[in-house]
């Protein structure tokens, strides 16, 4: 795993490795970049990691951000479609997949909003999260964001402009069935 955030992703995948059925099975090793990587950046460290042949699978966790886009988006999803790194890409923010633990989220929204959104729904101040109040709720959160792809689909709206989306649920169905054939997950 890569990714940008210093708080909510790596506290979120930290409690995902914590759970029992997880622990025992798989291996999630997280990795961060020291100055807070941008998409393409991460996607090219994922790349090059997957050349040792102890690594299984890949996966890179990052935002779109709005209003003001990461630069490269497009050219970090091509990068990772050549070299097989799998993307949990959320847009606006990762803090959407968080709030639709709590409930669903169907309007176009700003980073702002869903980082203000997910601090109401959680009481948090800051950054950090509480990911044992988060691992109960991420079949439900899967769920609902499977259905905002689905409408995305449905109405032909493409990234970056599939606002909003987490794809988060591809990488925690990833986890899960992996678990059952005890691999690897960087």
């Given amino acids: 795993m890569f990714c940008e955030g210093r708080n909510s992703e790596p506290d979120y995948i930290n409690g995902l490795r ?3 059925e997880i622990a025992n099975d798989t291996a999630l090793n997280l990795e961060l970049h020291p100055e807070q990587g941008v998409p393409l950046t991460l996607v090219r460290m994922a790349a090059d990691r997957l050349r040792d042949p102890e690594v299984d699978e890949c ?8 209003p003001q886009h990461h630069p490269n988006l497009h050219d970090a999803k091509q990068l990772a479609a050549a070299r097989g790194v799998r993307l949990a890409i959320s847009n606006p923010c990762f803090e959407l997949w968080l709030v639709l633990h709590h409930r669903d989220y169907t309007k176009f929204a700003t980073t702002d909003a869903a980082e203000s959104e997910s601090r109401r729904l959680d009481g948090r101040a800051g950054k950090s999260i509480d990911s044992t109040a988060y691992m109960p709720l991420r079949r439900q959160a899967a769920r609902r964001a499977e259905r905002l792809e689905q409408t995305h689909r449905k109405n ?3 990234f970056p402009d599939d606002n909003p989306s987490s794809q988060m649920h591809h990488f925690l169905r990833a986890v899960e069935r992996r678990r059952d054939r005890a691999t690897d997950v960087e």
Wanted: hydrophobic residues 45%; glycine residues 0%; aromatic residues 28%.
């Fill in 18 to 20: 914590r759970l029992p």
């Fill in 59 to 66: 996966w890179c966790i990052f935002d779109v951000e709005w």
């Fill in 156 to 158: 032909s709206t493409y």
